[in-house]
């Protein structure tokens, strides 16, 4: 079990905690601290700054299969082919590639707010 006061961990059966000797009751034996986060909770912040450096990965992060009926997987494959193969033929084609990529990462942001956004995607 874990001190409600200053959250070490002692024996199950002690009645006083070990560091600082707060009287450990009955409840406090039951429930840890609330400093435990959710392990499986994802993390906002990161998804939408997975979806700005590897487009389409910030979706398939946040738990999407489809987005426009692509797996957001082969999304981050093309767009990388794309934006490689198309740095060597033009010269100033990065600008509207991250105009997209802003693009994408705001849709995911407003997205994990559990608002549509704006493109179609399904979990
Ligand atoms: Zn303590």
Redesign the pocket.
Same mark, same amino acid.
């Given at each position: 079990m874990f #001190?409600p006061? !200053?959250g070490?961990k002692n024996d199950d059966d002690g009645s006083y #905690?070990s560091? !600082?000797g707060?009287k450990l009751s009955e409840a406090s034996k039951q429930t840890g601290p609330d400093l435990v986060l959710n392990v499986g909770q994802k993390n906002r912040i990161i998804a939408v700054i997975l979806n700005f450096i590897f487009p389409g990965i910030g979706y398939w992060y946040w738990g999407y299969k489809k987005v426009l009926g692509i797996n957001p997987i082969l999304i981050f494959i093309g767009w990388i082919l794309v934006t490689y193969f198309s740095n060597y033929l033009v010269f100033g084609l990065g600008l509207p590639f991250l105009a997209l990529d802003l693009f994408l990462t705001y849709d995911l942001y407003v997205k994990t707010e559990g608002k549509p956004g704006w493109l179609e995607a399904s979990k």
């Amino acid at each position: 079990m874990f #001190c409600p006061k !200053c959250g070490a961990k002692n024996d199950d059966d002690g009645s006083y #905690c070990s560091s !600082c000797g707060q009287k450990l009751s009955e409840a406090s034996k039951q429930t840890g601290p609330d400093l435990v986060l959710n392990v499986g909770q994802k993390n906002r912040i990161i998804a939408v700054i997975l979806n700005f450096i590897f487009p389409g990965i910030g979706y398939w992060y946040w738990g999407y299969k489809k987005v426009l009926g692509i797996n957001p997987i082969l999304i981050f494959i093309g767009w990388i082919l794309v934006t490689y193969f198309s740095n060597y033929l033009v010269f100033g084609l990065g600008l509207p590639f991250l105009a997209l990529d802003l693009f994408l990462t705001y849709d995911l942001y407003v997205k994990t707010e559990g608002k549509p956004g704006w493109l179609e995607a399904s979990k």
